[in-house]
C-alpha cells in the first residue's frame, strides 16, 4: 500500500492513470474510495491522486494531532513527495477546505480549482450554516442523515447504502473531528489576483452547503462558474456521477 510520510504521519494516497494531474479530496463522511466514479473515469486521461485525510480511511492521525489546522500542508506534502508540481484540485465538503487552503497558499501550483458543495473555511456575508430543522438523529448521525438527498436512499438504495459501507471505514472519526474543521479559515484573494479557473458544484436539495450559500461562495469569487445540480443533495459527485462528471470534463478541456 502508497503511504508518504508527510507532517509527523503516513498519510494514504493512490494514483491511477497519466496525464496532467487530477486531485480529489474527500469530504467528511468519505475517504479515497469515495471518488470511485470519477477516478474509473478520469484517470482514462489524467493522472489521478486520490488520499485519505489524517484521521481517515488508511491514514491515522496521532494522538492529540492537529486535524484539520494541517490539511492544506499535508497535500502540499503530498504532492511534494510525488514530485507534482502544479495540479488540477477537486474537493468536496470537508475536502473543500482542503483544496481551497492548498490554492490560498500556492495559486501558482493550482492550475484549476473545483469546489463541491462546501463553504471551504471562506467568511463574508451569507457563508454561515444554515439553520435546519431539527432532525432525531445527534453528532454523526445527525450528519450522516443530510449527507445525501433525503430521497436518495429510497431512489438509489444500493448506492446509499454502499456510501455509508464507505464511511464506516473511517474509524477515528467523530464529530468533534468536524466541528474542529469550521475553526480553519481561509482566503480567496490569492485565487482571485491569479484568476486560477474555479468550478463551483451546488445540489439543489443539499441541506448542509444550500444553494444561497453556495452562490454567496461564488460571489466571493467572481471569475467563477457557480453549477447547480437539480435533484442532488451535499454529495453530488455520488448522486449525479454523470451529470457531475460531464462538467468537470468540460471545465477541465477549458483550462489552459
Not at 443539499?206 to 454567496?216: I, L, S
Not at 443533495?233 to 468537470?248: A, M, T
Request: net charge negative.
Amino acid at each position: 500500500m502508497p503511504f508518504a510520510q508527510v507532517n509527523g504521519i503516513d498519510l494514504y494516497y493512490e494514483v491511477h492513470g497519466d496525464g496532467p494531474v487530477l486531485v480529489f479530496a474527500h469530504g467528511g463522511l468519505g475517504n479515497h474510495l469515495s471518488w470511485w466514479q470519477q477516478v474509473a473515469e478520469f484517470s482514462r486521461r489524467f493522472r489521478c491522486v486520490s488520499f485519505d485525510h489524517r484521521g481517515f480511511g488508511l491514514s491515522r492521525e496521532t494522538e492529540g494531532g492537529p486535524g484539520p489546522a494541517v490539511f492544506a500542508d499535508d497535500l502540499r506534502a503530498l504532492l511534494d513527495h510525488l514530485e507534482i508540481e502544479r495540479a488540477a484540485l477537486v474537493g468536496q465538503s470537508m475536502g473543500g477546505w482542503t483544496v481551497l487552503g492548498f490554492a490560498s497558499a500556492y495559486p501558482h501550483r493550482t492550475r484549476a480549482l473545483v469546489l463541491c458543495d462546501t463553504m471551504a473555511g471562506v467568511e463574508g456575508p451569507g457563508l454561515q450554516a444554515p439553520n435546519r430543522p431539527p432532525r432525531r438523529e445527534s453528532g454523526m448521525a445527525a450528519i450522516s442523515a443530510t449527507a445525501l438527498a433525503r430521497d436518495f436512499a429510497a431512489r438509489e438504495p444500493a448506492m446509499n447504502f454502499l456510501y455509508h459501507q464507505i464511511s464506516a471505514l473511517n474509524v477515528q472519526l467523530d464529530s468533534g473531528t468536524l466541528r474542529r474543521l469550521l475553526t480553519v479559515k481561509n482566503r480567496v484573494e490569492p485565487i482571485v489576483e491569479r484568476n486560477v479557473p474555479t468550478l463551483i458544484f451546488a445540489g439543489d436539495a443539499d441541506e448542509m452547503t444550500p444553494p444561497p450559500v453556495m452562490e454567496a461562495l461564488a460571489r466571493q469569487i467572481p471569475h467563477a462558474r457557480l453549477v447547480k445540480v437539480s435533484g442532488a443533495g451535499h454529495s453530488v459527485y455520488w448522486e449525479k456521477p454523470g451529470e457531475f462528471n460531464s462538467i468537470l470534463s468540460e471545465f477541465l478541456d477549458s483550462v489552459k
